[in-house]
């Protein structure tokens, strides 16, 4: 029995190994899994259902494929937020809360994206909190496709802007609200991505795991099963 986790793919509009990655994943070790969980931005950009769906159609069908016979569950991400319940019924996955706790063959886990951590990253909340109200996106699902492009492209250009002026460690998450998440979840171990920086941290409360970002030549997925943890590397051509 095992579970496989995994996050920040920013699986690109195009064609890409990146992809044929992940669809080779959801066609092998994924199979294998009691359950898997995409914690956040499997995709680079996500403007709508009615887009993604047809753009990542392989993607999809795969997941679909998957989901027949292995729990597949999913939490958005800052880039794929506007995920939706088309998106859910046509791959079958679960769309999950940020963050949840469940229990992970005998230890109380804690997953996220991880953004909610980046508590220094003042703008970045202010934003993130903006963006999440419903009634903000029914404004947006509201528009035509070519216009909720371009403000999606709009969006990202002033990120990519104001990311450049934002010292490292604003964009990391904060030891604070990391030990919060510890006392108020009541766990003993955390699982999360968005920072793009993997590692295994050791905390008061327990332990905290960051989950890799994908790179052409350079991705993996986080297997939790009765025996222990491991990271396990995806062969992915340049």
Known sequence: MSTLLLSDLHLPPHPSPLREAFTGFLKGAARHAEAVYILGDLFEVWVGDDDGLRTYAAECEALHQLS??????FMHGNRDFLIGDAFA??????????????????TRTLLSH????????????RWRRFSRRRWIQRGYHSLP????????????????????????????????????AFAEHKVSRMIHGHTHRPAEH??????????ADWRPGDCEYLRVATEGI????????A
């Open 68 to 73: 027949r016979t292995v729990s597949v569950f």
């Open 89 to 106: 019924a046509a791959t079958g996955v679960r769309l999950l809360d940020d963050p949840i706790v469940l229990d992970l063959y005998g």
């Open 114 to 125: 991880g953004d909610i951590f980046c508590t220094d990253d003042v703008g970045y909340q």
């Open 145 to 180: 496709l070519i216009l909720r492009k371009a403000v999606v492209s709009r969006v990202r250009s002033t990120s990519l802007v104001q990311k450049r002026s934002k010292a490292e460690d604003i964009m990391d998450v904060n030891t604070r609200a990391i030990d919060a």
């Open 202 to 211: 050791q905390h008061a409360s327990g332990e905290r795991i960051v989950l």
């Open 230 to 237: 491991s990271r396990v590397k995806i062969a992915v051509s």
